[in-house]
């Protein structure tokens, strides 16, 4: 006696029409989404229009006039219709909008001076190319164009005799000689580019310090150099025109203390 199943005949085919069937759609789904990317025609694929990127735009954080509008429009959309705002607080509120506005506005216009401004210090300061300048250091180059520096000692009283010496990069001494400083106030020193020995240095910076008996005791004086000026770059509008000089590099406009002839 056999055990037969009279479902199985039944069953079988049932599962395999559903398989089929599951498959079929999956295909058809594939084949919509390749038909939805792709032409088939390489020509046409190369020529559409690429999608429409999702990434969002960047969102500016800084609140305008708009911006104030809206809250005063909202404010007003949510009061209380028993207690509306007091028309002076609501005057006093859009005063205050528009002095935000205002105060940006002026600190477009100010960037803008300052702009202009740093423009037509940079082109007057042009006009000092090529002549020499006395700035606050004591240190000066000497070079194929500067065979000399010369400079000014600042004494507070007159001063029989005023010590210069000179030194290099490193603090090496080079010379020692004496000036006189009787007429007190600013002195002008000069230093021929000649050793102890009366030979010429080498190109580099050199200082020039000084010293002399103030009120009986021996105290360093200060000192300030001419150097020439080769170009004059704009600069910002906090620095201003910086005028570049030869052998010792950029100072700014503002801290020129004279300007000489040659």
């Excluded at 205050?96 to 506005?101: L, N, R």
């Excluded at 150099?225 to 080769?230: C, P």
Aim: a negative charge; proline letters at 5%.
């Amino acid at each position: 006696m056999s055990l037969v199943n009279p479902y199985s005949s039944q069953s079988l085919p049932q599962m395999a029409s559903t398989s089929n069937s599951a498959t079929s759609s999956t295909s058809t789904v594939q084949t919509n989404t390749t038909s939805s990317t792709s032409t088939g025609n390489p020509f046409l694929d190369g020529i559409r229009l690429p999608e429409e990127s999702n990434i969002p735009e960047a969102n500016d954080q800084m609140l305008k006039q708009e911006d104030f509008f809206a809250l005063l429009s909202q404010q007003l959309s949510m009061q209380d219709p028993f207690k509306p705002v007091d028309n002076d607080q609501m005057i006093a509120q859009m005063a205050s909008f528009s002095t935000v506005d205002g105060i940006a506005n002026l600190n477009d216009e100010i960037l803008n001076l300052n702009s202009v401004m740093s423009s037509s210090q940079a082109l007057q300061a042009s006009s000092l190319v090529g002549r020499k300048v006395l700035i606050p250091s004591d240190t000066g180059a000497i070079g194929a164009g500067n065979p000399e520096i010369s400079g000014v000692v600042s004494t507070p009283e007159s001063i029989d005799t005023i010590t210069i010496r000179i030194e290099d990069e490193s603090g090496q001494l080079i010379k020692t000689y004496d000036i006189d400083g009787s007429a007190g106030g600013n002195v002008d020193v000069s230093w021929d580019g000649l050793d102890k020995n009366g030979e010429p240095v080498a190109e580099g910076n050199y200082a020039i310090k000084a010293s002399g008996k103030v009120d009986g005791q021996s105290q360093d004086l200060p000192v300030s150099t001419y150097a020439h000026v080769t170009s004059v770059s704009l600069g910002t509008a906090a620095t201003g025109a910086i005028l570049n000089l030869r052998g010792i590099g950029g100072i700014k406009l503002t801290d020129v203390l004279a300007v000489s002839e040659s």
